[in-house]
């Protein structure tokens, strides 16, 4: 391969002047996660309301939570955060509409709650099935003791149902942290995206993918060993979970 | 707002949209769905056959790849291939690589990761007293194979890996990193040329999402039909 | 206590699965209710706590109009104590928290009181030593007795139990049924659905016979072990004492 490998380049001044091509990616990398965690509490939220509503005998808030879902899950995310990003401002009243498009920070907003509306719809169908995987007497217990529908949720159903998931929600977290990099189509130079620019400036594409790369893995076996100490922490004594 | 819509944008673009974009959106979809497979099932029979390092080499290719966004493996691969390539056939330069070859290339990589673990998953699902009872019967493990644990696995995975393949179908939009011309990026292009944003990504999300509906729903119904065959 | 006239339920409009049940339990009194698999008897007994809707009919629970849409169903159910086939504690709980759970939610008694309480009820049900514990690692009969004590603790003023020994393992029987003799010999209202024919001769006034939805016998336990009136309960008493 004639290609100039140039290991030093990250500790050369970036073109913006804001430190080393190092710098650069770091920052990028803090965007990630900052995107990526404020989308997967709008994904825990809404979906953990979602999942709940597609459990309830109401036929109503079954089909809210039905739509809902399919909405969100069929359509690729980039079409999403086009609609969110281009059209949205168009179709509001022009005031609301100008209010949007001159709001600082727009693609991080964008990209954190279009990516988290996204999510939403999986957290919401993986907790159904948390639920639907109790034994249909838990429910009835909770009822006969007179615990009401939300106080049964609150204190019986859904602590369960939360633990029972949680290895699938690890890999759906992970996905979070993947999916921001989906915004570089919006303009948000998150990690990928100043990977890209570094590349760009300095031409040594390699080594600029070389260390995004080894960035997400770093910040994959984190979020991985923190999951599975919370897995440990939460575990019931005596009680064996799935698989 | 809805009084300036102009769907004319939309009638006049419909042949470039579908007669480029599409098929080569569906092109896509398709080669790297069937290559994402027979790679796939490579890795996974790699993984469940028993041999240490092999198993291990196909576990760090899946983990590795599941790790990263899409995205920035469509980068890796477009800058990657024409290398690839070069020191392949020795050329002296860098080789040059059409967008779509560069595209099927790294969605058969990043796919095949998915799929493997889908069929692992598939794979181990069949109770460990089915291969038993098999052996009991004189089977050997070809024919344990053939006759009793894939017949069983196939049909459990079938309908997940459909499933990936429409999010796959979803996710070749992302070559509009690389300014490909696909359903989505020849929209956008429409877009750009005529200013007319709202139009064209209105109705690439609906076409995406008619399409991924009626693929899911079509997946519904052969997971129930197959349910009830069991 | 518990009067039940005329009890129309349909899963279906071709399926019905309670056919004009009409039944009572007297305050003190202990009820059995027997019958072939299928034949009603879970789903009349959870029709007392309104756990089954049923779609014709009336029941009354110490006056209280069970099918009226104004009563307040969680405070009727946490004066009607129940167990299930399948225990049905709350596994992320430890034992004690699953006795204070309804207490403190439901009756609203404060922490402590609830924990004296929840101890005196497990010391009588011989599990004080398990209250630290969780209820997987409790075996079968212990994981009954616990929810024996958890309904106890709301102080009904009416036990229903469903088959409460039919998913325990035969040895474990008789540890479940020794609480309930002595229950019964309280002067606890019971309501039961159960194989134990040893236990209705035992302790039990009346014997309710139900096969495909009706109530075929409903006589006092010397009538129904003496006379059997009708064919179909004389059948199942030779299949289920036969052996």
């Known amino acids: 391969m004639n290609y100039n490998w140039n290991w030093k380049i990250f500790f050369e001044p970036n073109p913006m002047g804001t430190g080393t091509y190092l710098d650069m990616l770091l920052s990028g990398l803090a965007l990630t996660i900052k995107t990526a965690l404020l989308a997967w509490v709008i994904a825990l939220a809404v979906g953990s309301i979602v999942g709940v509503l597609r459990t309830l005998p109401s036929r109503g808030a079954y089909w809210f939570g039905f739509c809902w879902v399919e909405f969100f899950r069929n359509m690729p995310l980039l079409v999403q955060l086009f609609l969110w990003f281009f059209v949205l401002p168009e179709m509001l009243p022009r005031a609301a509409g100008l209010w949007l498009k001159q709001l600082p920070n727009a693609p991080f907003w964008t990209a954190a709650i279009g990516v988290g509306l996204f999510m939403s719809a999986r957290v919401a169908v993986q907790l159904q099935a948390g639920i639907g995987s109790l034994p249909r007497g838990q429910r009835m217990a909770a009822t006969a003791l007179g615990l009401t529908t939300v106080q049964g949720y609150r204190y019986v159903l859904l602590p369960m149902a939360f633990r029972i998931i949680l290895p699938p929600l690890t890999s759906e977290f992970l996905n979070t942290i993947k999916n921001t990099a989906v915004a570089i189509t919006i303009g948000l130079i998150e990690l990928t995206g100043q990977a890209r620019s570094m590349q760009e400036f300095s031409f040594q594409v390699f080594e600029a993918f070389t260390a995004a790369t080894i960035l997400y893995l770093l910040t994959n076996a984190i979020v991985v060993t923190a999951m599975r100490f919370l897995e440990r922490y939460v575990a019931i004594p005596g009680y064996i979970t799935g698989k | 707002m809805l009084g300036s819509f102009d769907f004319d944008v939309i009638r006049r673009s419909l042949p470039y949209l579908f007669y480029e974009g599409m098929t080569f959106t569906l092109t896509l979809t398709a080669l790297a769905a069937f290559g994402g497979l027979v790679f796939g099932t490579a890795i996974a029979l790699m993984r469940l056959s028993g041999y240490k390092l092999l198993g291990r080499i196909a576990g760090l290719y899946v983990d590795f790849m599941r790790s990263l966004p899409l995205v920035l493996v469509i980068f890796w691969f477009y800058f990657l291939v024409p290398y690839i390539g070069q020191w392949i056939t020795g050329a002296p330069r860098p080789i040059k690589v059409g967008a779509f070859a560069s595209s099927l290339i790294t969605f058969i990589m990043f796919e095949a990761a998915y799929f493997s673990e889908i069929m692992r998953a598939g794979i181990q699902s069949i109770s460990r007293g089915q291969p038993a009872a098999a052996s009991a019967l004189g089977l050997n493990y070809a024919q344990t194979m053939r006759y009793v644990v894939l017949p069983q696995a196939f049909r459990n995975m079938l309908p997940v890996l459909l499933t990936q393949t429409i999010v796959l179908f979803q996710d070749t939009s992302l070559v509009y990193v690389l300014s490909i011309p696909d359903f989505l990026g020849a929209a956008s292009k429409v877009a750009q040329r005529d200013g007319r944003l709202v139009e064209m990504y209105l109705f690439a999300a609906v076409v995406y999402f008619t399409i991924s509906c009626i693929a899911s729903f079509g997946v519904r119904r052969l997971q129930s039909r197959i349910a009830i065959i069991r | ?243």
């Open chain 3, 1 to 243: 206590m518990i009067e039940i006239s005329h009890v129309n339920k349909w899963y279906s409009p071709t399926f019905q699965v309670l056919t004009d049940c009409t039944t009572s339990v007297t305050k003190g009194e202990v009820v059995v209710v027997c019958g072939p698999s299928g034949s009603g008897k879970s789903t009349l007994i959870k029709c007392v706590n309104a756990l089954e809707p049923f779609q014709s009919g009336e029941i009354t629970v110490d006056g209280t109009k069970v099918h009226d849409p104004k009563t307040d169903l969680p405070k009727l159910r946490s004066r009607v104590g129940m167990v299930f086939q399948h225990f049905e504690l709350f596994p992320h709980l430890k034992i004690i928290d699953n006795l204070c759970l309804a207490q403190t939610k439901v009756l609203g008694r404060p922490l402590d009181k609830a924990k004296t309480k929840g101890m005196q009820l497990l010391e009588r049900v011989g599990l004080k030593e398990q209250a630290e514990k969780f209820p997987a690692q409790l075996s079968g009969g212990q994981q009954q007795r616990v929810a024996i004590a958890r309904a106890l603790a709301m102080d009904p003023i009416v036990m229903l139990f469903d088959e409460p020994t039919s998913a325990l393992d035969p040895e474990m029987v008789s540890e479940v049924l020794d609480v309930m003799v002595d229950l019964a010999r309280e002067g606890m209202t019971m309501m039961v659905v159960t194989h134990e024919m040893g236990f209705a001769r035992k302790v039990a006034n009346r014997v309710i016979f139900m096969d495909r939805g009706e109530i075929v016998e409903d006589a006092q336990k010397d009538d129904f072990f003496g006379k059997p009136r009708s064919d179909r309960a004389q059948k199942f008493l030779s299949k289920i004492l036969s052996h």
